[in-house]
């Protein structure tokens, strides 16, 4: 920090490299921008090579990018480069985001202090060892100056495993709401063919990693009961494939009896028009800070199924803006998602609903950009 009490640097520690350009990818390019606009030094730090079209973009927005590879969270050989750099830059404030920097980044302040150092929490932690996630939280709560929290959901898990309420500040993800709203038939179109999708079809997307806390099993297993009910139905799974859960949802499939009824793919940069040509969305979560996909897939008017757990009752309110389950309830997840195939008028409601609810509640990126650069300015 200068004498005159200026921010003069940031350094945002991302714990993955960034195979794709989502909402969370373009909240980093606009973090730089804002960084740019107002004189501060922009560090961002991956513990791989992020995408080209991400690191172009920060570094047009005058960010700089640096690699330091992590074989874990307790890595002792990243620790000491990283505190290396903050020395060498002279680095203000540390805000870090995933768990790999998060606490490598806390362990670091254990040997150096002096910049203010921000965590943000993306999910809903477990609640194993609740004496040593007590400890932790207790050294965590002595280390950070702020947590962020993404949504009251995670800020009252927070609180409730030992956190004082006073150290965790709720700052809702932001995101480019009008991405969302363009007409994209052209390129659904297309991936129409590339899906094999039937005009009578009925679109039910899933955007998540495969991964077990996200639930698709229990989608699996709700879309083999709808086959033989609604035999036109069409599950995208995207993002499910090219993780080691993936072997195990392709097994759940043919055991469903849906492995003809399911495209899966990696996580793709083309969510807008998948979205477009989306009639449901699933999000059957089993935890879950707050969801990108649910915000995305509200702002493109569709109407979502989704857990009741996490931050997502936030966005959703059952009959509302959208449906709600039980997670990991199948029987539930069968009936809301045949509730929508069967009535389109309600599809349309619920999509219209979801859609003004989070164009008009602040979910935006200057928003959230603003909030964000609004805590660092707390410090000076």
């Known amino acids: 920090m200068t004498k005159r009490g200026k921010l003069s640097s940031i350094l945002w520690a991302i714990g993955y490299a960034p195979e794709k350009m989502g909402s969370f990818e373009e909240v980093i390019i606009a973090i730089a921008e804002r960084a740019k606009l107002e004189g501060i030094r922009a560090y961002f730090v991956f513990p791989g090579i992020p995408i080209k079209i991400l690191a172009d973009s920060i570094t047009a927005a005058g960010g700089r990018i640096e690699v330091f590879h992590a074989r874990n969270r307790c890595d002792p050989v990243f620790i000491a480069r990283f505190i290396i750099f903050l020395v060498k830059e002279k680095i203000d404030l540390v805000h870090s985001h995933f768990d790999l920097m998060n606490f490598s980044i806390l362990l670091s302040r254990f040997f150096y202090r002096k910049p203010f150092f921000i965590w943000h929490q993306h999910h809903i932690t477990g609640s194993k060892s609740r004496l040593a996630r007590r400890i932790f939280f207790s050294f965590l709560g002595w280390q950070a100056d702020k947590v962020i929290a993404i949504s009251n959901a995670v800020k009252n898990d927070l609180v409730a495993k030992g956190l004082s309420e006073n150290k965790v500040a709720l700052v809702y993800n932001g995101f480019n709401v009008g991405k969302f709203e363009i007409d994209y038939r052209v390129e659904a179109e297309a991936l129409k063919s590339e899906f094999k999708i039937n005009s009578t079809d009925v679109v039910i997307s899933c955007i998540a990693q495969g991964r077990p806390e996200k639930g698709q099993l229990f989608l699996l297993e709700a879309c083999g009961r709808i086959k033989g009910k609604f035999p036109n139905i069409r599950l995208l799974l995207i993002g499910a494939k090219g993780h080691r859960y993936f072997s195990?949802?392709?097994?759940?499939?043919?055991?469903?009896?849906?492995?003809?009824?399911?495209?899966?793919?990696?996580?793709?940069?083309?969510?807008?028009?998948?979205?477009?040509?989306?009639?449901?969305?699933?999000?059957?979560?089993?935890?879950?800070?707050?969801?990108?996909?649910?915000?995305?897939?509200?702002?493109?008017?569709?109407?979502?199924?989704?857990?009741?757990?996490?931050?997502?009752?936030?966005?959703?309110?059952?009959?509302?803006?959208?449906?709600?389950?039980?997670p990991q309830d199948v029987e539930g997840l069968e009936k809301a998602l045949l509730c929508l195939i069967f009535d389109p008028e309600k599809r349309v409601r619920l999509g219209g609903s979801a859609k003004e609810f989070v164009t008009k509640s602040g979910f935006d990126m200057t928003s959230m950009v603003d909030n964000v650069y609004s805590i660092y300015k707390r410090f000076l």
């Open 248 to 326: 195990v949802l392709l097994e759940a499939a043919r055991n469903a009896g849906v492995e003809n009824k399911v495209t899966f793919t990696e996580m793709r940069n083309d969510v807008p028009p998948i979205l477009f040509l989306t009639d449901i969305v699933a999000i059957p979560s089993l935890s879950e800070g707050l969801s990108y996909n649910a915000l995305e897939s509200m702002a493109a008017g569709k109407p979502i199924v989704a857990s009741n757990v996490g931050g997502l009752p936030e966005l959703i309110k059952d009959n509302e803006t959208g449906l709600l389950v039980e």
